[in-house]
């Protein structure tokens, strides 16, 4: 890392391989070199520490969504007018009309159907002892949940992890992963197309509330398929990669899970941490509208900003032994979910979900031993790909 004579400078890669898979220490030292840093081979700016990153997300006028949140022309084209490349007042029209039915109230009639989803998963999984973390549970239950609350067909739900990778990394710069991934993504807008044109999907459903909003005159014919697009594979990923790395942390820190069994009421905030600490939204990007200053450093108008969530979440200016797993610690504030009028729309089911295997969990099991795992590597998300475990279960469950 350089510096000029005002400017903190790097030629740091937040895409490459060896960053991805060890992110941390490199945002560390973002941290230590200012609140917004110029990235050389990104020709972007990166806020990183939690007061600037707040900042950045609380003032939407200045760092506008609605020329995308990608690192990439391409992408950013592709995905404006959505909910996530606009801003009000097209982006607040966009999300009433799905946001009624995300809240944490609308959701409680599904929260008996994910309670009992998740039990039966955990009581399965684990009379075998040994499976893996993130193909059989992370992944299963939002598979068997996500899909019939947007009201999807079964025959495309085999596609969605592909389809949600793809989208996820299609938000980085045009490297290798993002060019991939943007020859995928033709796939999901022709879907999206086809079930707003048809309308197959599940009456009462999540998708068919976006076609009543189109028949409506609330939306346009256009805008239909853009909510899907933003709202059909996205909806899963930070599920999955929390519950992952929920089980990852737990069976590194025992005595974590010591608290959270002794104490179930602990489990909603140790949730949190886990989003806190292993965010799986790393960044998205804004665009600068106007010069801003940043405690005194300037990102000029017309500047492309990333927005490290995941840096804001590990600040040593705002969290106390920032890298400790602390079960018991005030998350209140975290970034995991984003914040402002972005903020994830999914947040409250993804809680839902994560919080009812933790419970499961915790009922049935003492010790979780880990066995080999490999690492995501993804432009955006982070998370684990696979995670073997052996768990040591109580007596019986209680």
Not at 36 to 52: F, K, P, Q, T
């Amino acid at each position: 890392m350089t510096m000029s004579t005002s400017i903190p400078i790097s030629d740091i890669d937040l895409y490459s391989d060896d960053v991805l898979a060890e992110p941390y220490e490199h945002y560390r030292r973002l941290r230590e070199a200012g609140p917004a840093v110029w990235l050389e081979r990104h020709n972007a700016w990166v806020v990183v520490r939690y007061d600037s990153v707040r900042a950045v997300l609380r003032d939407w006028k200045t760092f506008s969504s609605a020329s995308g949140v990608a690192l990439n022309d391409t992408l950013n084209t592709a995905m404006q007018g959505n909910t996530l490349g606009s801003d009000p007042p097209l982006h607040d029209l966009l999300r009433n009309v799905v946001a009624s039915r995300m809240t944490a109230q609308a959701l409680r009639p599904t929260q008996e159907m994910i309670d009992q989803r998740a039990e039966a998963l955990v009581e399965r999984l684990v009379s075998q002892h040994s499976f893996d973390a993130v193909l059989d549970l992370a992944q299963a239950l939002p598979l068997s949940i996500v899909p019939d609350f947007i009201g999807l067909p079964n025959d495309v739900r085999e596609h969605l992890l592909d389809w949600a990778e793809a989208t996820f990394n299609a938000m980085g710069p045009m490297n290798e992963r993002c060019t991939h991934a943007l020859q995928t993504l033709p796939e999901v807008f022709s879907y999206a197309r086809q079930i707003a044109a048809t309308g197959n999907l599940q009456p009462g459903s999540f998708g068919a509330g976006v076609l009543e909003a189109q028949r409506d005159g609330r939306i346009t014919e256009a805008q239909c398929p853009q909510l899907f697009t933003a709202y059909l594979v996205p909806s899963m990923d930070t599920t999955i990669s929390a519950v992952g790395s929920a089980i990852w942390l737990f069976g590194r820190y025992p005595e974590q899970w010591d608290l959270v069994r002794e104490n179930p009421s602990l489990i909603p905030n140790a949730f949190e941490e886990v989003l806190r600490l292993e965010s799986p939204l790393q960044s998205f990007t804004r665009k600068a509208t106007s010069d801003y200053d940043v405690e005194g450093i300037s990102i000029p108008a017309g500047s492309r900003v990333v927005v490290l969530f995941a840096s804001a979440n590990r600040d040593e200016r705002k969290w106390e032994q920032a890298d400790t797993f602390d079960v018991t610690r005030n998350t209140s504030g975290h970034l995991g979910f984003g914040y402002g009028i972005h903020l994830c729309a999914g947040a409250s089911l993804a809680r839902l979900e994560g919080q009812a295997v933790l419970g499961a969990l915790a009922r049935r099991v003492e010790r979780f031993e880990l066995g080999t795992s490999t690492r995501k590597l993804n432009n955006v998300i982070r998370g684990l790909r696979t995670l073997a475990v052996t768990v040591h279960t109580t007596t019986k469950p209680s």
